[in-house]
């Protein structure tokens, strides 16, 4: 079936411009076009839409109003805010109800693959109802304005580590936090860092912001955790995970923008597990029993109960959030690397073999990490590194 996108901007010829401009995707798009957020709304009441794409200045209902309704009123809608540097404070005030920023001005190509890219993870969820509590999560916030102010801080031509240093210092909950974890095991510095300015130098902005990311990401949806859930443990799983992910990148020499990939696959692989624990806490109480009384997998009892897992939940969101597509990868198929059709080394085969070592923690050096996809390794050429990247799991990540 077609895809339906409801573009929305009060200015006629950009909304003829849009057209012309996404007249090649008539074959795969079906798209309406409004005038206004009052106009928008009439075509939701008379149809769905898969994604609405909104200017965040006009007047009447302005792109921040217009998508906060349709959070309310088609939660399952995924929806994305266009915004120029001017608009900024207004974009702040974004927060929650858009899914995804696109800069102004964008290409027809650059609009294409998000839109296409948002659809095709959504496909990844079969279930209606967990697709609207997706969807219904704040995004956000948990992608909070310390990590976005990083974010712009990153991409400036004069970024520096003072400015980083600076912003973090604004938050002293995250400045603690990030100061105990950058003196812990995890990353094994000889000195103790009590600076924030230190902190980013050794770090590096990348890692900054994916701890940064992971860190209010995980307070915030662990708030209402059903009971019985331990936070601390599922903390220092995702951590030992991040750990291992970056070392394996690290030893087969990849480049540093994967070393920061598998670390934030790491960090995030299991977000659906604390999704489903926090707004299905009742669906997911039934999934650890069948878990339980079947003895089944966490993954198979979550197919058997939801239709689908964890894995592709925590995917879902992230791609929603417009995370790099190699972090989105290394969540949906960290569980099943060969899912994702890469036939070389990406942050997935990290995640997927970081993650069973995590399990495993400081057993003996010798056994096989349980639920590692071999033939996956073989077919990649890899499957003698695994005694190399097991004996890289020798200091426990603190908690």
């Known amino acids: 079936m077609k895809r339906r996108i409801l573009f929305v901007d009060d200015d006629p010829n950009l909304l003829q411009g849009l057209k012309r401009m996404l007249r090649s995707m008539r074959d795969e798009w079906e798209m309406e076009f409004a005038p206004g957020g009052h106009e928008a709304l009439a075509c939701l009441e008379r149809a769905a839409f898969d994604v609405v794409v909104s200017d965040v200045r006009m007047p009447m209902m302005n792109g921040v109003q217009l998508l906060t309704d349709i959070q309310s009123r088609y939660p399952q809608t995924i929806r994305i805010l266009l915004s120029g540097q001017a608009d900024q404070e207004m974009t702040m005030s974004a927060i929650g109800p858009a899914h995804q920023y696109l800069a102004k001005p964008y290409d027809a190509d650059e609009l294409k693959t998000t839109i296409d890219r948002v659809c095709t993870l959504g496909d990844l969820l079969g279930d209606e109802r967990l697709k609207q509590v997706v969807s219904q999560i704040e995004s956000m916030p948990v992608i909070p304005a310390l990590y976005l102010e990083l974010e712009e ?34 990353f094994g510095i000889p000195q103790s860092i009590s600076d924030p300015s230190q902190a980013v130098l050794f770090l ?17 949806l662990g708030q209402n955790l ?14 030992s995970t991040g750990e291992h992910a970056q ?52 993954e198979d009892a979550e197919q058997e109960t939801l239709g689908t897992t964890h894995a592709e939940i925590g995917a879902y969101l992230l791609g929603i959030w417009g995370l790099n597509t190699p972090i989105v990868e290394a969540v949906a198929f960290h569980h099943h690397p060969a899912r994702s059709l890469l036939q070389t080394l990406a942050p997935v085969t990290a995640v997927h073999v970081a993650n069973a070592l995590a399990d495993i923690g400081e057993g003996p050096k010798e056994e096989v990490p349980p639920n590692i996809d071999l033939d996956y390794l ?6 003698d590194r695994l005694p190399v990247w097991r004996s890289l799991v020798e200091v426990p990540v603190e908690k």
Do not use: C
């Open 204 to 220: 590096g902005l990348d890692t900054l912001k994916t701890l940064v990311l992971s860190v209010q990401v995980f307070q915030q």
């Open 153 to 186: 801080e990153l991409q400036s031509s004069d970024s520096s580590i003072a400015k980083a240093a600076a912003i973090i210092s604004k938050d002293v909950g995250m400045t603690a936090k990030i100061l105990k974890m950058v003196n812990s095991a995890f």
């Open 226 to 239: 059903v009971s019985g859930f331990s936070y601390e443990r599922f903390w220092h799983h995702s951590l």
């Open 247 to 298: 070392k394996i990148i690290k030893a087969e020499k990849g480049e540093p923008r994967m070393v920061g990939e598998a670390l934030a696959g790491g960090l995030l692989h299991d977000i659906g597990v604390l999704i489903l624990a926090s707004h299905l806490p009742e669906r997911y109480q039934e999934t650890l029993r069948l878990a339980e009384s079947h003895q089944l997998s966490r």
């Open 378 to 383: 073989a077919q990649l050429g890899l499957a």
